[in-house]
Structures are given as C-alpha cells and as structure tokens.
C-alpha cells in the first residue's frame, strides 16, 4: 500500500479493515483505497481487498448539516429501490459508528458504467447513441416516479404535505443568505411563484438531484445506476424533471467546463421531446408544469447567487466563477416566461 492510501482524508483503513467482516466476506491481507469524488458534497471512495472493489460513501470533512449529508437515508433509498425496476447499486452496509472512521458510511457494490457530464464526453458516441442515452434517463425518471413509496417501505421517507410552498420558502431564504445585489427578476419570481402555488401531484421519491452526470451509463448505452441520492425525498415528482431541465438551459448559459453542460450535445432531446416522453409514462397533470420550471430556476439560481457571493468574499478557489453570476439573469427570466407559457 503506498503512503497515498495510507493517509487519505477522511478515510481509517485499518478500522474499515475490522469493519468490513460484519457485513460481507473479505480477502486477507490490506485494503486499498482511492478518492474517486470529493469536495463540498458527499466524498466517494473505491476500496479493494485485492479480489473485490467496492464503493464507500461518506459525508464531507469538516462540519456539516447532518440533514444535508445523510448516510442512512443515500443508504435507506437505494436499499429500497433495488427491488423496483429502477437501477441503482447493490448495497452491503451501513455504519452509524462516527468511531469507525470518523463519520458514518455506506458500503455498496461498484458498477460497469460512466457519468457523462460534459458535451466532450459524450460527443464521440455520435448524435443517434446520445439520443438514445437522454431518452432512456427520461424513462428511468419516469420509472423511479411511479415508485409507490409505501411499497417499498418508505412511506415516511419525507413530509410530501405542503412540499411546494417549502420549496419556495427554503430557496428564498437561500437567495436572502447570498445576497450582494439587486436582483429584480428574482423577487418578481418569488412573488409569482408564492401567490400561485398549484395543486401538487401524487406523492413519489424525488431524487433531487437527477441529471445525466449522477447516473452511471455502460458500454451498451444502458443506464446502470442512479446514484447520488443525498437530497432524495418524498415530494412533489415533477420537480425533479424540471430541474433536469433547467440544468440543461444553464449548460447552455455557460458554454464551459464549469458547468454540466451534456444536455447541448447533438442528438439530445430537446425540452418538448424530453416533456412529451416523460408525459407519455404518467398520468399526473402537466398543465401547470410553468410554476414548476419556475420554481427549479429559482432553486438553481439561489444555488449560483451563493457560489457568487462565495466568489465575491474570496472564499472559492479557481477560475470561471464570476460567469455564473452572470448565468443567473437567464436563468431568472427563463423562470418568468416558463410561469407564462406553460401555466
């Protein structure tokens, strides 16, 4: 083992060694291990005994919210979901114990596939592969929606009552917390989006977070698991398509690697075709799906005003930051005329 997987942050080797025979068989001998993801959200690490590859979550270092960076309930969702058709890895264990290393963990299997984040990823399989990918994580979002949370023993994953006007709230009081400028265009959203707060929809697990880049695609263009599941709950489902939509119109926004930009990419669906499909898997009203773009760009516009105002404290390191304080205007009127137009 060399010094570097010795002393990889966040990570006590030799405790996880004692570990691990609790909950499934390991070769004698040291692990090894490697950082594949990290920073502010949940740090992601391959570990091998030599014979077997496993993938280990934990929470970021230092001092977090421990509602933002649940083990038990990234573990608890995927556990579930393993008996629907929606695919996501095999899970091993949970460890609750803080004193194992230093934070509780899960340990779940690694799977054969790839994230596509960038339209340099993606690009070379070609327009008619491309397309079949974005159609197929528009299928799979459906199928992880129509997922009776009950039945797989999640009834009390969330509190789905009064889900939307949260949402709302919990976003403005983001925007308030990163303020540094007037923002008009926000404040006229927020006042669109509060006084017109439409009936919700049936009750599913919401991802939170679903995107191409936090799905694992193999070879033959399956989609093989969703992953990160660390802001999943019981909600109002159709926030997660519009999100993955406004996600897709930011990529266009800042057309460089700082942002997740594989939505541009030839061959993808396009917003209309990417409504239509999901539409074609379910029975839940569409009719107001403005408010619901309007609310996921004013969700994804509190999250950049705070990576801004970060940026404008000194408190980011690297480049490309000042863009995305930019990217915030389109994004705020793009809410307004999706509140227009679809409502």
């Not at 010094?3 to 499934?24: F, I, M, N, Q």
């Not at 700082?258 to 990417?274: F, H, K, R, W």
Request: glycine share 10%.
């Amino acid at each position: 083992m060399s010094d570097g997987e010795r002393s990889l942050p966040g990570l006590d080797l030799e405790r996880l060694r004692a570990w691990l025979p609790t909950v499934l068989p390991v070769a004698d001998g040291e692990l090894s291990a490697a950082l594949i993801a990290g920073g502010k959200s949940n740090l992601t690490y391959e570990i091998s005994d030599g014979v077997t590859t496993w993938i280990l979550r934990r929470p970021p270092l230092g001092h977090v919210l421990a509602t933002a960076h649940d083990m038990t309930r990234e573990y608890r969702v995927m556990s579930a979901l393993h008996s629907t058709n929606v695919p996501v890895p095999v899970t091993y264990g949970l460890c609750e114990d803080a004193s194992v290393i230093g934070a509780p963990f899960y340990l779940m299997a690694q799977v054969d596939g790839r994230p596509y984040r960038f339209v340099t990823d993606i690009v070379p399989l070609g327009p008619e592969r491309t397309r079949a990918i974005s159609a197929r994580l528009v299928d799979t979002l459906a199928t992880l929606h129509a997922v009776d949370p009950a039945a797989v023993g999640l009834a009390d994953f969330g509190r789905p009552e009064g889900f939307l006007a949260r949402q709302v709230s919990r976003w403005k009081k983001q925007l308030d917390a990163s303020h540094s400028r007037e923002l008009p265009a926000a404040d006229e959203l927020y006042a669109r989006l509060l006084a017109d707060i439409p009936p919700e929809s049936v009750t599913g697990i919401v991802h939170g977070d679903y995107r191409l880049d936090n799905v694992l695609v193999d070879d033959a263009d399956r989609l093989r698991a969703v992953i990160d599941w660390e802001m999943a709950t019981l909600g109002d489902p159709l926030t997660d398509l519009a999100l993955m939509l406004i996600y897709g119109r930011l990529g266009e926004a800042i057309n460089d690697n700082q942002i997740v930009n594989v939505a541009s990419a030839p061959g993808y669906l396009s917003e209309i075709e990417i409504i239509e499909r999901y539409a074609g898997h379910t029975s839940r009203d569409m009719s107001r799906f403005g408010f619901y773009l309007g609310l996921a760009s004013f969700k994804l516009a509190g999250i950049l005003e705070g990576i801004y105002y970060r940026h404008l404290h000194g408190q980011t390191v690297g480049d490309g930051f000042a863009g995305i304080g930019d990217a915030i205007h389109p994004l705020l009127d793009g809410g307004l005329t999706a509140m227009k137009e679809y409502s």
